[in-house]
């Protein structure tokens, strides 16, 4: 299968704790989005990848957020210090350069519970 | 005032109906324009494009007015397997990141 995977794909955590997402593109893909969505709503933006390069952050992102995408390959999705509002689904999508659309495909998703 | 805006539904619809999912947007610098289809618990998939002269993919037809700044999709001959969240998203940006609506719910039933 080619398309993008997330792992793992549910994560129970204490308040406080750190936690760390994975996410792999499709292959010829050289960009990469994050984004979290919770229930009744759709997804929102938290930051976007163009090969290695973070170019774009969300306000959203706060400081206990951080990712990272080192050799434009994978990238992780780290949330430091987890509070019970961090629970949500993360959601990475990737989309090839050169299309007249950039339609992204999305993975299966991080679910993260709080507790 | 949220970016994209939809009606949250639901809309329950007997096999074989036509039915109508409308959408406006508020950054008229906005390029690029989707439907995306999201099953409960699943990541949204990719619909269909949408583009100014207008789109059809099978039984999905798709519009975009850019001066009313408003997207429409057309379900025809619904099936009970197009049950989900139909998300209207549009894209801004440089790196065109995607704005979602909260979805429309659709619930085809026998």
């Known amino acids: 299968d080619t398309g993008v995977s997330q792992d793992p794909r549910h994560k129970i955590t204490k308040r406080g704790q750190n936690v760390t997402f994975r996410c792999d593109p499709i292959?010829?893909?050289?960009?990469l989005y994050w984004y979290r969505q919770t229930l009744g709503q759709g997804p929102e933006f938290l930051t976007y990848f163009q090969n290695e390069a973070q170019l774009e952050k969300s306000r959203l992102l706060s400081d206990r957020f951080s990712a990272e995408r080192p050799k434009g390959s994978f990238s992780t999705l780290e949330i430091q210090r987890t509070e019970q509002g961090d629970s949500a689904m993360y959601l990475c999508?990737?989309?090839?350069?050169?299309?007249?659309?950039?339609?992204?495909?999305f993975g299966p998703g991080t679910r993260l519970t709080v507790t | 005032r949220k970016e994209v805006e939809q009606d949250p539904g639901p809309f329950n619809v007997p096999e074989g109906a036509t039915v109508a999912f409308n959408c406006t947007y508020s950054n008229s610098a906005s390029q690029s324009f989707f439907w995306y289809r999201q099953d409960c618990r699943k990541e949204p998939k990719l619909l269909m494009s949408?583009?100014?002269s207008g789109n059809e993919d099978g039984r999905f037809t798709a519009q975009l007015n850019r001066a009313s700044q408003y997207i429409s999709l057309l379900i025809r001959d619904s099936k009970l397997s197009d049950s989900a969240t139909y998300l209207c998203?549009?894209?801004?940006?440089?790196?065109?990141?995607?704005?979602f609506g909260a979805g429309t719910r659709l619930a085809v039933h026998p």
């Open positions: 998203v549009v894209g801004s940006g440089g790196y065109n990141k995607l704005i």
């Open positions: 292959s010829e893909h050289n960009r």
């Open positions: 949408v583009y100014s």
């Open positions: 999508a990737s989309s090839r350069p050169g299309t007249k659309t950039y339609e992204q495909y």
